[in-house]
């Protein structure tokens, strides 16, 4: 097999920028994904370790394995914008990139002999991805971006220990909080970027622009309080988590009656990532809901999670690779929108019905998981050619 030149891979329109593998890996992943999952769950299948569940292992991987593959796609890429210094492209994206298969690779069946290996490999990945996106930041002294990349140093950490508490080195009781604090990290990144880029997205999407409003302190106020709900839930303070939750409700209402203009809903690219902001919005309400109402608390964490996690990941995918390829964000593929909605049905599917109607619990996951793999398999029939070729005005990237 002969192996290919630095130059040569430097070429491939695929590893010319970080979106484009990360966001097709992304996708790809995200169906092989559900697609086991929902046979494990159909064959009662269990994984072969012993500390943690099948559950907790599900989470581990649509959080460390999709969820991060589309994170490290988008800063790879942002970061260039941001210090206008180049980061991983050809030999060095491939070497990243890999790091992540092998990891997600290993992760289809774990057992207590390639959880090491997962663990190795996550480790070097994260090395590498932040060693990527730290050095052009310290080079051209931009400061403004530490608080998105100490969120994902965090999830490196989160992710680090979950593997070990898998491996028995650490208490295996830790796996569920280690878990929960992960899924707040990520929708804490949410909360911070759909801050920055939904009032800007909206302006420059419709005709009235103007009536578009935007408070930046209502984006750290609602942090702080976000930050106090986060330490409620994890430490079961349950009697000042509900008045949190509805007060950070609050805050994100007004933030999107800010932002809301009825014009939004002809562009796909710009009510998704609204949507995106209501799942988490109603995830943390129903979360604090959970006990007095003993609802299912998994049932909070998929609002947030599959609704608010996937619709905001989709929506940013679909618009970062478009506009990256010198493709208009303004006139996304015919038939888009489907993405978005089947995500929407599948979120309600998955997090709300069963709320109201258990009985078919088991159905509604099932519908949910089909409703998750259409919305993908269309994802990637819109973006692999985009992803795979080179821009369409003949630009390195």
Same mark, same amino acid.
């Given at each position: ?37 929902? #046979?494990?769950?159909?064959? /009662? ?13 599900? %989470? ?6 999709? &969820?991060? @593959? ?14 206008? $210094?180049? #980061?991983?492209?050809?030999?060095? *994206? ?8 092998? @990891? +997600? ?8 002999? #390639? ?25 051209? /002294?931009?400061?403004?971006?530490? %608080? ?17 508490? @898998? ?9 569920? &909080? ?15 970027? %759909? ?11 419709? +005709? ?10 209502? &984006? ?24 949190? @939750? ?38 943390? =309400? &129903? +979360?604090?809901?959970? $006990? ?9 964490? /998929? ?10 990941? #989709? ?8 506009? /990256?390829?010198?493709?208009? =964000? ?8 489907? =993405? ?37 398999? *269309? ?11 080179? !821009?369409?005005?003949? !630009?390195?990237?």
């Amino acid at each position: 097999m002969q192996i290919m030149n630095n130059k040569t891979v430097k070429m491939m329109p695929w590893l010319q920028n970080g979106f484009r593998v990360f966001f097709l890996g992304a996708i790809v992943f995200a169906i092989a994904a559900i697609t086991l999952w929902a #046979t494990e769950l159909s064959f /009662h299948w269990r994984i072969p370790l012993k500390l943690i569940s099948r559950a907790q292992w599900h %989470g581990h991987e649509m959080l460390f394995g999709y &969820t991060i @593959a589309v994170i490290s796609g988008f800063l790879l890429t942002a970061v260039q914008n941001w210090t206008g $210094q180049t #980061t991983k492209n050809g030999s060095g *994206l491939l070497r990243l990139f890999l790091f992540w298969l092998v @990891a +997600r690779c290993l992760a289809f069946y774990p057992t207590e002999q #390639t959880l090491i290996f997962i663990l190795l490999s996550s480790l070097l990945f994260y090395l590498f991805l932040i060693t990527a996106i730290v050095r052009p930041l310290l080079k051209t /002294h931009n400061n403004k971006q530490w %608080g998105i990349v100490s969120k994902v140093m965090l999830l490196a950490i989160l992710d680090i220990l979950f593997l070990c508490s @898998a491996c028995g080195w650490l208490p295996a009781e830790w796996a569920n &909080t280690l878990l929960l604090l992960s899924v707040y990290t990520v929708v804490g990144l949410i909360l911070v970027m %759909g801050g920055r880029v939904i009032p800007g997205f909206t302006r420059n999407a419709i +005709r009235e622009a103007d009536k578009v409003k935007d408070w930046p302190v209502m &984006t750290w106020l609602s942090m702080v309080i976000y930050l106090g709900f986060v330490l409620a839930d994890v430490f079961h303070w349950q009697n000042i988590l509900l008045p949190i @939750a509805l007060l950070m409700a609050i805050l994100n209402i007004i933030r999107l009656w800010g932002w809301y203009n009825y014009e939004i809903w002809k562009k796909p690219l710009v009510w998704v990532l609204h949507l995106a902001f209501v799942f988490i919005t109603l995830g943390i =309400v &129903t +979360r604090a809901l959970s $006990q007095p109402l003993q609802l299912l608390p998994f049932l909070s964490l /998929h609002m947030m999670t599959y609704g608010g996690i996937g619709l905001m990941t #989709t929506g940013m995918m679909a618009r970062v690779s478009l506009g /990256h390829t010198g493709r208009s =964000v303004f006139e996304p593929p015919e038939g888009l929108s489907w =993405v978005f909605v089947l995500l929407v049905i599948g979120a309600i599917f998955r997090s709300v019905i069963p709320i109201f109607w258990m009985d078919y619990f088991f159905l509604w996951i099932l519908i949910a998981e089909i409703f998750w793999l259409g919305a993908f398999i *269309l994802m990637l029939v819109f973006y692999l050619i985009p992803l795979t070729q080179s !821009r369409l005005d003949g !630009r390195f990237g």
